[in-house]
């Protein structure tokens, strides 16, 4: 390191510097993922600017990991193709197998066991074929770890055996210490305690001194889980508190849901449930953050790959371009050279060489026909493109949806039920957080309810049954639903419905003013009221859900009304209640279905009106109203 840092410090020639900045890229990777960065970016600028191949590929290879460290998925995949692509075309073997790494490691985040067991073992044959150990060992590490996380752990044992053995003389710290946190895994894993304990504790002894937060906060954490499996609850909780500072110093997510996850089952089984359910409901918590984040990172790392794809399916199409320009110059060339030669000979061939170019024109006229047809499939292509990353951002927003508004109410539901399935949680504790269960439970059903009714009216659409409806006879079955959660917030709902007939769909009715009415409650303050009325107004009926609770501003009155959008934020009610953001949209939706419209009036601090334009409808005696 300090060779090389002299080596930046002096006058020396740009390959010189382009070389000493690689190699402090690589050094530092593992250890100061910054500084590395900043080595890297200024590598890459100047092998670009030199033409070195190899160094580009190497500084590209580089970058594509730090970029994985980082958790920046995207570029991880953009710069690790990349050095891939320029080592395919100069057959650079250790940058070959350093790439498909980068590339394999991805597919491991993906849980995708298999492709990356494929890439690695390339990059292995691809380490032997240079005799790089550094190479061979990295290969060996990540085949042995995808090996055990599927569960094949002779295999798996195998590959770190072999790695260990290499490591003989490279004396790679990052390496051993990975190596025996696997070996560990196997172990544990095949049930042999001890022994996974003594491998762990050895990648402790060596992560340590050297500084490698990351492997020590996952040593600290299976020793912990190792110790609690052999009943030593003393220790488990020893190792476990220093991985969860270490965890938290360093924001290292995983390894944090893991301690929680690990003293939630310890405090259970020493029958502490107080802190049993504290570390619970913290593993419940932040796993559902890291499952959200997990479901964007996939989703950003297909979406790189489609955009390399479309790049590459550019550059072909520009390829064809060129190939048919330089197939059209070198034709008129022959036909020019032709042409001047023949000239010299006969009038008659003259005539000849006429037909020829017509025949030309006629080639020329077909080229820019299929010219028209490209650019046109081209606009199509980008147009399909624009439709799926729209489709991807909705896509990510349902994801985080059902990972984290969906899944906590169930996963606190579930942890309840099962401290009462075990008789740890007394009458008196249930009593005091089953209205929170309830609250829980019933948005659960509300956002479930909303987001089939959307998926439905996005993937197939609604085939919408007007018929003559009494709207007392709708607006019932929605005050019973809802009665519970206006009690708990001591609301006063006040019904002044006149007489009328409406021509609506009754199933899509309910769900607009139960969605209404859920957002006059919501939204409502302790003790405050509710006024549901309706008015005549020549062919329509004017039906009012009124609240005088928090309101809104005019930004967010604009953005509900006016503005295009499938997926609201949305706000938190006076009681912390929360929701998915679909129901005003489906409302605006279902009414725009049956020939009706929502208006909405409202002021910060007075409360919001909600008018449902209906069809009116007169009937007679004969015909049926429902």
Same mark, same amino acid.
């Given at each position: 390191?300090?060779?090389?840092?002299?080596?930046?410090?002096?006058?020396?020639?740009?390959?010189?510097?382009?070389?000493?900045?690689?190699?402090?890229?690589?050094?530092?990777?593992?250890?100061?993922?910054?500084?590395?960065?900043?080595?890297?970016?200024?590598?890459?600028?100047?092998?670009?600017?030199? *033409?070195?191949?190899?160094?580009?590929?190497?500084?590209? +290879?580089? %970058?594509?990991?730090?970029?994985?460290?980082?958790?920046?998925?995207?570029?991880?995949?953009?710069?690790?193709?990349?050095?891939?692509?320029?080592?395919?075309?100069?057959?650079?073997?250790?940058?070959?197998?350093?790439?498909? *790494?980068?590339?394999?490691?991805?597919?491991?985040?993906?849980?995708?066991?298999?492709? #990356?067991?494929?890439?690695?073992?390339?990059?292995?044959?691809?380490?032997?074929?240079?005799?790089?150990?550094?190479?061979?060992?990295?290969?060996?590490?990540?085949?042995?770890?995808?090996?055990?996380?599927?569960?094949?752990?002779?295999?798996?044992?195998?590959?770190?055996?072999?790695?260990?053995?290499? @490591?003989?003389?490279?004396?790679?710290?990052?390496?051993?210490? &990975?190596?025996?946190?696997?070996?560990?895994?196997?172990?544990?894993?095949?049930?042999?305690?001890?022994?996974?304990?003594?491998?762990?504790?050895?990648?402790?002894?060596?992560?340590?001194?050297?500084? %490698?937060?990351? =492997?020590?906060? %996952?040593?600290?954490?299976?020793?912990?889980?190792?110790?609690?499996?052999?009943?030593? =609850? !003393?220790?488990?909780?020893?190792?476990?508190?220093?991985?969860?500072?270490?965890?938290?110093?360093?924001?290292?997510?995983?390894?944090?849901?893991?301690?929680?996850?690990?003293?939630?089952?310890?405090?259970?089984?020493?029958?502490?449930?107080?802190?049993?359910?504290?570390?619970?409901?913290?593993?419940?918590?932040?796993?559902?953050?890291?499952?959200?984040? =997990?479901?964007?990172?996939?989703?950003?790392?297909?979406?790189?790959? &489609?955009?390399?794809?479309?790049?590459? #399916?550019?550059?072909?199409?520009?390829?064809?371009? @060129?190939?048919?320009?330089?197939?059209?110059?070198?034709?008129?060339?022959?036909?020019?050279?032709?042409?001047?030669?023949?000239?010299?000979?006969?009038?008659?061939?003259?005539?000849?060489?006429?037909?020829?170019?017509?025949?030309?024109?006629?080639?020329?006229?077909?080229?820019?026909?299929?010219?028209?047809?490209?650019?046109?499939?081209?606009?199509?292509?980008?147009?399909?493109?624009?439709?799926?990353?729209?489709?991807?951002?909705?896509?990510?927003?349902?994801?985080?949806?059902?990972?984290?508004?969906?899944?906590?109410?169930? #996963?606190?539901?579930?942890?309840?039920?099962?401290?009462?399935?075990?008789?740890?949680?007394?009458?008196?504790? &249930?009593? +005091?957080?089953?209205?929170?269960?309830?609250? *829980?439970?019933?948005?659960?059903?509300?956002?479930?309810?909303?987001?089939?009714?959307? =998926?439905?009216?996005?993937?197939?659409?609604?085939?919408?049954?007007?018929?003559? !409806?009494?709207?007392?006879?709708?607006?019932?079955?929605?005050?019973?639903?809802?009665?519970?959660?206006?009690?708990?917030?001591? /609301?006063?709902?006040?019904?002044?419905?006149?007489?009328?007939?409406?021509?609506?769909?009754?199933?899509?009715?309910?769900?607009?003013?139960?969605?209404?009415?859920?957002?006059?409650?919501?939204?409502?303050?302790?003790?405050?009221?509710?006024?549901?009325?309706?008015?005549?107004?020549?062919?329509?009926?004017? %039906?009012?859900?009124?609240?005088?609770?928090?309101?809104?501003?005019?930004?967010?009155?604009?953005?509900?009304?006016?503005?295009?959008?499938?997926?609201?934020?949305?706000? /938190?009610?006076?009681?912390?209640?929360?929701?998915? +953001?679909?129901?005003? *949209?489906?409302?605006?939706?279902?009414?725009?279905?049956?020939?009706? #419209?929502?208006?909405?009036?409202?002021?910060?601090?007075?409360?919001?009106?909600? /008018?449902?334009?209906?069809?009116?409808?007169?009937?007679?005696?004969?015909?049926?109203?429902?």
């Amino acid at each position: 390191m300090d060779s090389l840092n002299n080596v930046l410090s002096h006058e020396v020639s740009r390959e010189e510097r382009l070389s000493a900045l690689n190699q402090l890229t690589f050094l530092t990777r593992e250890k100061d993922l910054n500084q590395a960065l900043i080595w890297g970016q200024r590598a890459e600028e100047l092998a670009i600017e030199i *033409n070195d191949s190899l160094q580009i590929s190497r500084a590209k +290879g580089n %970058l594509g990991w730090i970029y994985f460290r980082l958790g920046v998925w995207d570029k991880a995949f953009r710069y690790s193709k990349d050095s891939y692509l320029i080592a395919s075309t100069q057959n650079y073997k250790y940058e070959l197998g350093m790439a498909l *790494n980068n590339l394999g490691s991805l597919y491991y985040r993906q849980d995708n066991y298999d492709e #990356a067991i494929k890439d690695f073992k390339i990059a292995y044959e691809y380490g032997k074929e240079a005799d790089e150990p550094y190479l061979i060992i990295r290969s060996l590490n990540n085949l042995a770890l995808n090996y055990s996380l599927k569960g094949e752990f002779d295999s798996a044992y195998l590959f770190a055996k072999e790695a260990l053995k290499f @490591n003989e003389k490279l004396d790679e710290k990052y390496f051993i210490t &990975f190596t025996h946190r696997v070996l560990g895994d196997i172990y544990l894993g095949k049930g042999e305690i001890d022994k996974a304990i003594q491998s762990y504790e050895q990648s402790l002894k060596i992560s340590t001194p050297e500084s %490698l937060k990351t =492997s020590e906060a %996952l040593v600290l954490n299976r020793l912990g889980n190792a110790y609690f499996i052999k009943g030593n =609850s !003393t220790k488990a909780i020893e190792y476990l508190n220093k991985g969860l500072i270490i965890s938290k110093e360093n924001g290292f997510l995983d390894e944090l849901v893991e301690t929680y996850k690990t003293f939630a089952k310890i405090y259970d089984s020493k029958g502490d449930i107080p802190k049993a359910f504290q570390y619970q409901k913290a593993y419940t918590e932040l796993n559902a953050e890291r499952e959200a984040a =997990s479901n964007k990172e996939k989703m950003e790392l297909l979406l790189a790959k &489609f955009e390399i794809e479309k790049s590459e #399916a550019e550059i072909n199409y520009l390829k064809i371009q @060129n190939t048919l320009k330089e197939v059209e110059i070198k034709s008129f060339n022959k036909i020019w050279i032709m042409f001047t030669v023949f000239t010299v000979i006969s009038i008659g061939f003259l005539f000849w060489m006429s037909i020829i170019f017509k025949k030309k024109q006629e080639a020329n006229k077909r080229l820019h026909v299929k010219r028209t047809i490209l650019e046109e499939q081209k606009r199509e292509l980008q147009k399909k493109s624009e439709e799926l990353t729209e489709s991807n951002r909705s896509k990510n927003r349902i994801l985080s949806i059902l990972g984290h508004d969906l899944k906590s109410p169930v #996963a606190q539901l579930k942890g309840v039920l099962d401290l009462l399935h075990s008789q740890e949680l007394s009458r008196e504790e &249930f009593d +005091g957080i089953s209205h929170i269960l309830k609250r *829980n439970v019933d948005g659960l059903f509300e956002n479930i309810d909303n987001i089939l009714s959307w =998926s439905k009216s996005q993937m197939e659409g609604f085939k919408v049954q007007l018929l003559p !409806t009494n709207l007392k006879k709708v607006i019932r079955p929605c005050l019973e639903l809802l009665q519970y959660q206006a009690n708990t917030k001591e /609301i006063t709902i006040t019904i002044n419905i006149i007489e009328e007939i409406a021509l609506v769909d009754q199933d899509l009715l309910q769900l607009i003013i139960r969605n209404l009415l859920s957002n006059a409650i919501k939204f409502s303050n302790k003790g405050s009221n509710i006024d549901i009325y309706s008015q005549k107004d020549t062919d329509l009926i004017r %039906l009012v859900i009124q609240d005088y609770g928090i309101g809104m501003s005019e930004v967010q009155l604009d953005t509900i009304i006016n503005q295009n959008v499938s997926l609201l934020e949305s706000s /938190i009610g006076t009681d912390k209640e929360k929701g998915t +953001g679909l129901g005003l *949209n489906l409302c605006k939706e279902f009414l725009g279905l049956m020939g009706g #419209a929502l208006i909405l009036e409202s002021k910060k601090g007075e409360g919001t009106k909600a /008018i449902l334009l209906l069809q009116s409808i007169t009937v007679n005696k004969a015909q049926q109203v429902i």
